[in-house]
């Protein structure tokens, strides 16, 4: 299976700050990458998807970036919204693996 | 408006079953890949299992291999997950998801069903 590991885990930040978010798979993945963003209660929304192609809707203050093991997310300027746990995901192949998470606090 | 949504869910004893139903509308079912995807309390996600959009593609996360059967029926745009043999670990939101498009991830999202399991 493909391990997927995220760091950091916890991230405080402040509205305004730019923050990036580093997503490692254990074997080469391609491009074939999503990442996910869930707020409390809420199911997960896709917010971008085969590495950095920004789905449509999602504010352009999301990017991605990155191929084969080594991908990143950032969010240019943190917005209130925006504080939440974001999830990558590989389906370059089955099993379908996300990794831990990380949490977007406040600072 | 393209959605889905779960239902199914409660609360059921170890070695227990359950069937969990989705039901989708505003997109063509059959031409789409569905998965489940669950969520512990407190934890992250974890994918379960996915079908092809003729129900001949099937997969499954290795620890509810033999016990978990997911199925379709493309007249009724719907989307099963039939649980037998539950244990605690099982314990989790179960959300429905949609193949976005192409290879793409996953979208849209239900809101979840919740499956507790506990004697």
């Known amino acids: 299976d493909i391990q997927m590991t995220q760091s950091p885990s916890t991230l405080s930040a402040s509205v305004g700050d730019r923050v990036t978010i580093t997503c490692r798979a254990s074997q080469n993945i391609i491009i074939w990458l999503a990442w996910y963003q869930q707020r409390p209660g809420k199911a997960p929304k896709l917010l971008i998807y085969?590495?950095?192609t920004l789905e449509s809707g999602v504010s352009s203050r999301f990017s991605g970036t990155g191929s084969e093991t080594e991908f990143t997310l950032s969010i240019s300027s943190l917005q209130p919204d925006d504080f939440a746990t974001y999830y990558c995901?590989?389906?370059?192949?089955?099993?379908?693996?996300f990794g831990q998470g990380t949490k977007v606090e406040i600072k | 408006e393209v959605q889905v949504v779960e239902s199914g869910g409660g609360l059921v004893k170890p070695g227990g079953s359950l069937r969990l139903s989705c039901a989708a509308s505003g997109f063509t079912f059959s031409s789409y890949t569905m998965n489940w995807v669950r969520q512990a309390p407190g934890k992250g996600l974890e994918w379960v299992s996915s079908?092809?959009?003729?129900?001949?593609?099937?997969y499954y996360t290795e620890s509810v291999k033999g016990r978990f059967t997911i199925s379709r029926d493309n007249a009724k745009s719907s989307l099963y997950l039939q649980m037998n043999s539950l244990r605690l670990d099982d314990t989790a939101i179960y959300y429905c998801?949609?193949?976005?498009?192409?290879?793409?991830?996953?979208?849209?999202w239900g809101q979840g069903t919740l499956v507790t399991v506990s004697s």
């Open positions: 079908i092809s959009g003729g129900g001949d593609y099937i």
């Open positions: 995901q590989q389906y370059n192949s089955y099993p379908y693996t």
């Open positions: 085969k590495a950095s």
């Open positions: 998801a949609r193949v976005h498009s192409g290879y793409s991830g996953f979208a849209p």
